[in-house]
T-cell receptor
Framework: GAGVSQTPSNKVTEKGKYVELRCDPI?????LYWYRQSLGQGPEFLIY????????DSGLPNDRFFAVRPEGSVSTLKIQRTERGDSAVYLC??????????????FGPGTRLTVL | GNSVTQMEGPVTLSEEAFLTINCTYT??????LFWYVQYPGEGLQLLLK?????DKGSNKGFEATYRKETTSFHLEKGSVQVSDSAVYFC??????????FGAGTTVTVRA
């Protein structure tokens, strides 16, 4: 079946602009995660949704970052007033449920964000 | 806090060589441990996992054993192929949703 998809695959923007990154999880997966991967580093957790609500947003770096999942499926990560330090690959993952050691997180291909 | 330290790369090997990538962790609770792999041009995918001490995860000829006494989860493969060239990430989760990753180890296998 279809995996996790993310759009766009690449996004180039100018400092100060607003961007939206979209994630389509695997159908039927109730848990959705966002991570950020900077060059040469492993992914870092940003936020996790169980259904429509953000169950843990402790990884969001500041209030310029916000994510929504209004219908419990597609999620959008929103970044306001982008800064050059926001440049990274933004990864989305989904799992059947959360809080279960047997459930695997499946990752999308990522969106590469470049802030000029 | 929770953190993962893995062997720095890059690692370059010849085909059929033995591969070991060291991974140690620090965790506030009782973690599950994972190895993820990222092949060139592809997304992260789970390679193997172990959820309790002394469990061995295995997949595609790779193995890793959860060693609580040494807080380690080293990845091994007895005979690598060119197709194993990838970036390998060790990761842990203590709350079963937030993954904490190491920095990754780039492995290149020469024919």
């Amino acid at each position: 079946g279809a995996g996790v998809s993310q759009t766009p695959s690449n996004k180039v923007t100018e400092k100060g602009k607003y961007v939206e990154l979209r994630c389509d999880p695997i159908s039927g997966h109730t848990a959705l995660y966002w991570y950020r991967q900077s060059l040469g580093q492993g992914p870092e957790f940003l936020i996790y949704f169980q259904g429509t609500g953000a169950a843990d947003d402790s990884g969001l770096p500041n209030d310029r970052f916000f994510a929504v999942r209004p219908e419990g499926s597609v999620s959008t990560l929103k970044i306001q007033r982008t800064e050059r330090g926001d440049s990274a690959v933004y990864l989305c993952a989904s799992s059947l449920r959360a809080g279960r050691r047997t459930d695997t997180q499946y990752f999308g291909p990522g969106t590469r964000l470049t802030v000029l | 806090g929770n953190s993962v330290t893995q062997m720095e790369g890059p690692v370059t090997l010849s085909e059929e060589a033995f591969l070991t990538i060291n991974c140690t962790y620090t965790a506030t609770g009782y973690p599950s441990l994972f190895w993820y792999v990222q092949y060139p041009g592809e997304g992260l995918q789970l390679l193997l996992k172990a959820t309790k001490a002394d469990d061995k995860g295995s997949n595609k000829g790779f193995e890793a054993t959860y060693r609580k006494e040494t807080t380690s989860f080293h990845l091994e493969k007895g005979s690598v192929q060119v197709s194993d060239s990838a970036v390998y990430f060790c990761a842990l989760s203590v709350n079963d949703y937030k993954l904490s990753f190491g920095a990754g180890t780039t492995v290149t296998v020469r024919a």
